[in-house]
Every structure is written in C-alpha cells, then in structure tokens.
C-alpha cells in the first residue's frame, strides 16, 4: 500500500514563494511518475507538473515559476513555487502512478492573496 502525505502549503501574497513536500512510503518504485496536480474551487483537477526518471513536464501555466524534483532516496518529491499569482490558489495534491493504479495524497492547501 503506498501513501502520500502533502505539507508545505498556506498563505501567501502575490509574488511570493511556498514549497510543497509529498513524503511517500510503501512500495515506491523510483521510475514511476510523481507528480502535483491542483484542483481550484469550482474547477477540475489539473496536472500542474509531473517527475519520471529526471524528465520533467510542465502545465504552461506554471512554465518558468515552478520546479518539481524528487529525492528517490527519501521517497519525497518537492514542489518549488516562485512568483505565486492569485490564480494558483488551490488545493494541491501529490500523486504517484503505477500502470495499474494511481495514488493520491490528502491534498494541502495554497491560497495566494493579492
């Protein structure tokens, strides 16, 4: 069984930073996608990036603001958020993929005041 516990997350102004961290333990396999998906009051859930074998993929709305990276030895993948606008403010949730199945944190989160 694998779980994914999110932390980091709170209130920021516009233009400041925050980072997420997603602790996983279970049976975690380091070429296995991670990831940070966020889900805005009244919206679906949205892929923000995602982290497999070092490649790296971007929702074009955070391009260039925030960076994704993984420590495998620590089963932990960081969300680094720069230059946070109002329109990031979400719920944020990690996520590990298996072929089979995906896994999902309790999401934390982030609200950016203007």
């Known amino acids: 069984q694998v779980q994914l516990v999110e932390s980091g997350g709170g209130l920021v102004q516009a233009g400041g930073s925050l980072r997420l961290s997603c602790a996983a333990s279970?049976?975690?396999?380091?070429?296995?996608?991670m990831g940070w998906y966020r889900q805005a009051p009244g919206k679906q859930r949205e892929l923000v990036t995602d982290i497999t074998s070092g490649r790296t993929n971007y929702a074009d709305s955070v391009k260039g603001r925030f960076t994704i990276s993984r420590d495998s030895a620590r089963n932990t993948v960081y969300l680094q958020m720069n230059s946070l606008k109002p329109e990031d403010t979400a719920v944020y949730y990690c996520?590990?993929?298996?072929?089979?199945?995906?896994?999902w944190g309790k999401g934390t989160l982030v609200t950016v005041s203007s």
């Open positions: 279970g049976s975690i396999r380091s070429n296995m996608p």
């Open positions: 996520s590990y993929r298996t072929p089979l199945v995906t896994y």
